[in-house]
Each structure stands twice: as C-alpha cells, then as structure tokens.
C-alpha cells in the first residue's frame, strides 16, 4: 500500500509540474502572440483625406516691353480629396492663399518697392483612378479654377526724371478649364511619391484698375481677358508616420494672357491721355517648395 500511494504521489506531481509549466509558457508567450495576429489584419483604406500645406516661391508678372513685377511669396493651402484604394473615380476641392510684398520696375514710369500682393485659388476637380502595377496608380482629371489677383499701390507714386505717376490698386479675377494627370506609388516601406502635371485654359478673365484711386474723375477701368492659359508642373515625395503622411512638393508653373478686349474711356497716364485703355498681354512665373501634411 505505502508503494502505491507512493507511485500515486509522483504521479500526481508530474502531472501538476506539467500544467505549472504549460501555463508559465502560455502566460509568457502570449503577449507576443497577440501583436503577430493583429499585425496581419490590414488598416482600412483611408478614402477621405486632408492636406495642409505650407509653402514660399519666387514670383514674376511681366508685361514685355512694359513693366514687371517680382519678388517672394508666402503661401497656405488646404486641400480635400476622396479616393478609393486602387480603381475608381476620384473627387476633390483644393484652396490656397498667396501673400508677399514684391517690387515694381519700369523704364517708362520707374520702380515702386513693397507693393502687397495676395493671390486665391480654388479648384474643385473630378478623375478616375487607373492601377498600374502592383502599388503605383494614374489618375487623369479635369477641373474648373477660380484665381483672384490683387495688387495695392493705391496712394504710392513714382518718377522717372521729372515725370511723377501714380500707383493704382487693381484686381483680377479668372476662370479657367482645368486637365491634368498625376501618378502615385506606395512602397511598402511607407514612402509615396508622385507627379502631377496641369494644364489650364482662360475662360474669362476680368481685370478692374481703379484709377480713381489718386484722380476722382478718372474712372474704374474693367478690361475682359478671353485668350490665356498655362502650365503646371509638380512633383511629390513623402514619408507615412503615426500623425499622417509628411510631403515635400517642389513645383513651377507659368500663366499667359493674352491683350484683353478694349474699354473705352480716357485716362491719362503721365502727360498723355489714353484711349481706349487695354491690359496688356502679361506672363506670370512661379517656382518654389510646399512642405504638407496629408491625414
């Protein structure tokens, strides 16, 4: 009997080792369990997204022959786009705020420094995502946008030799057909990168120069622009991260305009009198780096 209880006794004490041990290693072990089993359950496809932007650029309007205007800007965007994960149609809004003090040269009536510009844009746009490949995507859209130029030189005067003339606030709004195309490509690294190239074409634009600023019988002058268009071009590169997707975007883009139709008033611009008043063909240069952030 004392042989039995004793054989008894081990066996119960290997089988209680046993458990001990199963449970240690299932307790030790399950922590790092978890997180593998998690990992391998992909995070949904972010379809609405945000872009804050942050950006400087050198300017320049000329107006060959005539005048020009340059200097550095200051820029902020805001920018929301839908879009689904590999095919599919694509819609989008994206705004911007340009402001910077920049200087005015001319032979014919001198140079003026500081004058504060401000430029909006907004552009709402609609595409259809095309897959390529196994993580790049193309994406060709069309669009409509709306930019509003203002130029303050209102009470501010310059001279060449011993002729004075005066500055003048004018204002330009447009509206222009917007095509364009843009390439994407995540690697499974977490960098995404990217270009986008885009076309505009003038439908109307409107420039209103108030003269009447610094003479009170000279009137406000509205020339409507029909012929114009331009060109930009951007490229993207980013890094993903817990608070979203950090991008550098350097980019260049150019405008031209064509002389607009004529307004038939009189003004007069030194010791001659003007009339009709034209705006002149113009060409507007811009180059420079935005720094984003897209959540």
Not at 24 to 36: E, G, K, M, Q, Y
């Amino acid at each position: 009997m004392e042989v039995e209880n004793e054989m008894g006794n081990k066996s119960k004490s290997i089988v209680e080792k046993f458990l001990s041990y199963f449970l240690a290693l299932s307790i030790a072990t399950s922590p790092f369990v978890a997180p593998r089993i998690a990992s391998c359950k992909e995070k949904p496809y972010p379809h609405h997204k945000i872009e804050l932007k942050k950006g400087n650029s050198l300017y320049s309007y000329k107006e060959p022959g005539i005048m020009e205007i340059k200097g550095k800007m200051e820029s902020f965007g805001l920018s929301y786009n839908y879009e689904p994960k590999k095919k599919g149609w694509t819609a989008g809004v994206n705004g911007s705020y340009a402001i910077g003090k920049l200087d005015y040269t001319s032979e014919k009536t001198g140079s003026m420094d500081n004058r504060k510009n401000t430029i909006k844009e907004i552009e709402p746009k609609l595409g259809y995502k095309i897959p390529f490949g196994e993580s790049s995507t193309f994406t060709p859209y069309i669009g409509i946008g709306y930019r509003k130029l203002e130029d303050k030189a209102s009470g501010r005067t310059c001279s060449v030799k011993d002729k004075t003339y005066h500055g003048y606030d004018r204002k330009n709004e447009s509206c222009s057909a917007i095509f364009g195309a843009k390439t994407k490509t995540e690697t499974n690294s977490g960098w995404v990168y990217g270009i986008d190239l885009k076309a505009k074409l003038l439908v109307r634009g409107k420039q209103i120069s108030s003269f009447n600023d610094f003479d009170p019988t000279y009137p406000q002058v509205t020339n409507i622009q029909r012929k114009g268009g331009g060109l930009k071009a951007s490229a993207k590169i980013g890094k993903k991260t817990k608070l979203g997707t950090f991008f550098i975007e350097p980019y260049f883009e150019v405008l031209m305009v064509k002389c607009s139709k004529p307004a038939y008033t009189t003004i007069r611009i030194g010791d001659k009198s003007v009339n009709p008043v034209y705006e002149p063909g113009n060409r507007t240069y811009m180059g420079g780096v935005n720094l984003a952030l897209e959540f």
